[in-house]
């Protein structure tokens, strides 16, 4: 089933902080962080295991809930660069071949 | 320098037609898959393959059909069974199986029915 990202859309100005979350229905193995720009690729941002252990590198970090079944990404003093559709992808346990199943995005906005 | 490469950047095909998506990686990944992207929903799952000669079904795997006769070669066919074709496809690879794996993306293709 399809993780629930929230908010969909977001806008800043620069130099704010956002947090988006992704929260599933079912028990989580890992959580991926997909950022994507207008008509490119998406690019990796990071992965968080079981474990609630938060990575990030920069002013871009996550953090994973086993328990709660969610995951946050904390987006600190914004840069226009931010800007793009984030996207997380869930991977539950006994889960073969490494399929993700990715939420709907959210889209975040950076304004001078 | 390593990456995906998927062509056409752009695709037009008439109803009825099948047409064929190239995803080609240099990266030596054992794992690749294939997602389609509408607006507004993400990116969902239609075939992806763990080894050469073997791929299972994502998702939304009808009206598509996939090989995987190379490593670094997974080719997409979108034929014409698939009611709703136009949208934005992008093919990924990943090192091995296992979802601790970050997935590398092509830059897509776009393709339109007419």
């Known amino acids: 089933q399809q993780p629930v990202q929230s908010p969909q859309a977001v806008i800043l100005r620069e130099g704010e902080d956002a947090v988006i979350n992704c929260s599933s229905s079912?028990?989580?193995?890992?959580v991926h962080w997909y950022r994507q720009k207008h008509g490119e690729a998406p690019v990796f941002l990071m992965i968080?295991?079981?474990?609630?252990e938060q990575k990030g590198h920069e002013k871009i970090s996550a953090s994973f809930n086993e328990k709660k079944q969610q995951s946050s990404l904390y987006l600190t003093a914004s840069q226009l660069s931010y800007s793009g559709t984030y996207f997380c992808?869930?991977?539950?346990?006994?889960?073969?071949?490494?399929?993700?199943?990715f939420g709907q995005g959210t889209e975040l906005s950076v304004k001078p | 320098d390593g990456g995906i490469t998927q062509s056409p950047k752009y695709l037009f095909r008439k109803e009825g037609q099948n047409v064929t998506l190239s995803c080609e990686q240099n990266?030596?990944?054992?794992?690749m898959y294939w997602y389609r992207q509408d607006p507004g929903q993400g990116l969902r799952l239609i075939y992806y393959?763990?080894?050469?000669?073997?791929?299972q079904k994502g998702d939304i795997a009808e009206g598509y059909s996939v090989s995987r006769e190379k490593k670094e070669s997974f080719p997409l066919t979108v034929t014409s069974a698939q009611k709703n074709p136009t949208a934005f496809y992008l093919c990924?690879?990943?090192?091995?199986?296992?979802?601790?794996?970050?997935?590398?993306f092509g830059p897509g293709t776009r393709l339109t029915v007419l």
């Open positions: 990924a690879s990943s090192i091995g199986q296992g979802a601790n794996n970050e997935q590398f």
């Open positions: 079912k028990a989580l193995y890992s």
């Open positions: 968080l295991l079981k474990g609630g």
């Open positions: 992808g869930t991977d539950q346990p006994y889960n073969q071949g490494g399929k993700l199943i």
């Open positions: 990266l030596n990944h054992d794992a």
């Open positions: 393959s763990q080894i050469v000669n073997d791929f």
